[in-house]
């Protein structure tokens, strides 16, 4: 999943940014809110980290924007301040979560996979489909019941494609899901991966829309 992280600290946020990337997510880290504005206006995301305290424009604003925009994203808001006020007025703006200054990443990453069930429609903690079952908080995969062994980007395209069942995906939106800025994606690397995963799954449980892209049907 893409997901932009609004962090003026540095420490913070390069901190952040490096524990999100090895649990999977393609992290995009801005540092000031003008700049997160911008970019939440010409680009898709799964999930938002926003502080609040950023310079230029702060984060309940960039937030107000959003939702003007009818921008449905999750959004998880970190704040210094621990005021109830302040965590109602960010709910009641628009935010989906709240976790104040100091968290653990491990708090941030099931707060995250949480707001990732409920965009989905589905509040179970495991996604199952035809015999595949993955555990997100623990990176694993099984099929009819035996672990399967996915290389880190089968796994994330799996997981994608497993959160939208019914839904036919394109391969340019699996990059933009996949890849962060400045990362670099070979022409064909969503098509291996598709490749790898119905050779080590069922080889029909992916099928291929020509025009189209991806999907993993419902029935």
Request: some cysteine; hydrophobic content about 45%; glycine content about 8%.
């Amino acid at each position: 999943m893409r997901l932009l992280l609004v962090e003026d600290d540095a420490i913070l946020g390069d901190g952040l940014k490096a524990g999100l990337t090895l649990e999977g997510y393609a992290v995009d880290w801005l540092t000031d809110g003008a700049q997160a504005d911008e970019a939440l206006r010409l680009n898709h995301y799964d999930l938002i980290v926003l502080d609040l305290n950023l310079p230029r424009m702060d984060g309940m604003t960039v937030l107000k924007n959003l939702r003007r925009r009818k921008d449905a994203t999750a959004v998880l808001v970190l704040t210094a301040r621990d005021g109830v006020s302040e965590r109602v007025a960010g709910l009641d703006s628009g935010a989906d979560d709240f976790v104040c200054k100091p968290f653990d990443l491990a708090e941030i990453c099931a707060r995250l996979r949480a707001l990732a069930r409920r965009k989905e429609g589905h509040g179970l903690p495991l996604l199952e489909h035809k015999g595949v079952v993955i555990d997100p908080a623990a990176h694993q995969v099984r099929y009819n019941g035996v672990a399967v062994d996915l290389a880190q980007k089968e796994y994330e395209i799996l997981n994608y494609l497993m959160s939208h069942i019914g839904h036919g995906i394109s391969r340019a939106r699996l990059e933009e899901a996949l890849y962060a800025w400045g990362s670099e994606v070979e022409s064909n690397a969503v098509e291996v991966h598709i490749h790898h995963l119905r050779k080590k799954l069922d080889v029909n449980l992916i099928r291929t829309i020509r025009g189209v892209g991806y999907i993993i049907d419902e029935n």
